[in-house]
């Protein structure tokens, strides 16, 4: 797959591989198949490096200044399908005086609709290709918000119920969900908190393809991965409470059944030796006496075991 949008003269047309000439004002979008990357390598000159960071996956977000172009790779968050996970999908991009380039294996909802929007309204693309990559990092920053804010409801739901009094047993998917919410947690941050160099590179002043005019909104892009960098670690802390709350609870619970059984151990050990003792078949008292014994025996020294519990406070 390949599109693309040609700016020239205050008009926009949309095309394919047509469109494409050396120093015209362009946006590319693309799949990283080997005949596409090695037609963006001999129109464009990118460098043999980049290009082979493209074809293949799992890149870390990464910007890469080169001499007449950059290349900048970012991670875009999103649920699976079947809305059980959460699956990260890199965007690569490179920026040249007069072009921008992306790149990318699945379809990015974001990325298309800034890509309309720039086929619809002539300015954006007028403004140059790269405010057509901030317009893109933006639209693709803002939608993590989202993930976090749930990702912090949840966390704060799973506090609150680790919390409880210890009298009150534990949801049995207590541990599964934060152990779930723990591994979401390390996706957003080895993901995203990364980025926030990325956007860095490409704000910083004296850039010489990034104009001034564009790195003031780059620099809020910046804020905006700032922001989710803190309140992803805010949930991080929540989360560590939680499991040191569920784990606290868990081992009182435990606790307080080992010593109930150790009471109930303690009060039975005294009446096995007496039943014991006097179950021995041996004339030494009396049946007559016997019998009334071994139960007045049998029935109080479990209440006078009892009382001294009490007295001590160990029940």
């Not at 119920?161 to 009150?168: E, K, R």
Request: aromatic share 8%; net charge negative; charged share 25%.
């Amino acid at each position: 797959m390949l599109r693309v949008i040609r700016w020239e003269a205050g008009r926009v047309t949309a095309g394919g591989r047509e469109l494409v000439q050396r120093g015209a004002r362009l946006w590319i979008d693309c799949t990283p198949d080997a005949e596409t990357l090695a037609f963006l390598g001999a129109t464009f000159g990118f460098h043999p490096l980049a290009l082979e960071d493209c074809a293949h996956e799992d890149q870390r977000p990464k910007y890469e200044p080169y001499p007449e172009s950059l290349f900048c790779v970012v991670h875009r968050v999103a649920p699976t399908p079947d809305d059980t996970d959460l699956r990260s999908h890199e965007l690569h991009a490179f920026l040249t005086a007069e072009a921008v380039v992306t790149v990318h294996r699945v379809p990015l909802a974001e990325l298309d609709r800034v890509f309309a929007r720039c086929a619809e309204e002539p300015a954006l693309l007028e403004r140059g290709p790269d405010f057509a990559l901030y317009l893109v990092h933006d639209a693709m920053t803002d939608v993590h918000f989202a993930l976090a804010d749930a990702l912090t409801e949840e966390v704060e739901e799973l506090a609150d119920l680790a919390s409880q009094p210890d009298g009150v047993a534990p949801d049995e998917d207590l541990l599964p969900r934060i152990v779930a919410a723990r591994r979401t947690h390390g996706l957003l941050r080895r993901r995203l908190a990364p980025q926030r160099e990325v956007f860095a590179g490409l704000a910083r002043p004296g850039q010489p393809l990034v104009r001034e005019a564009t790195a003031i909104y780059f620099r809020n892009v910046v804020d905006h991965t700032v922001r989710l960098a803190e309140e992803i670690d805010t949930s991080r802390d929540l989360l560590a409470s939680a499991m040191d709350a569920y784990l606290s609870r868990t081992n009182n619970r435990l606790s307080g059944l080992t010593a109930r059984l150790t009471l109930v151990a303690t009060i039975f050990l005294p009446l096995n030796f007496v039943a014991g003792f006097f179950g021995m078949n041996l004339q030494i008292v009396p049946p007559r006496i016997a019998v009334p014994l071994v139960l007045s025996v049998v029935a109080v020294m479990p209440l006078a075991l009892w009382a001294f519990f009490r007295r001590r406070r160990w029940v």
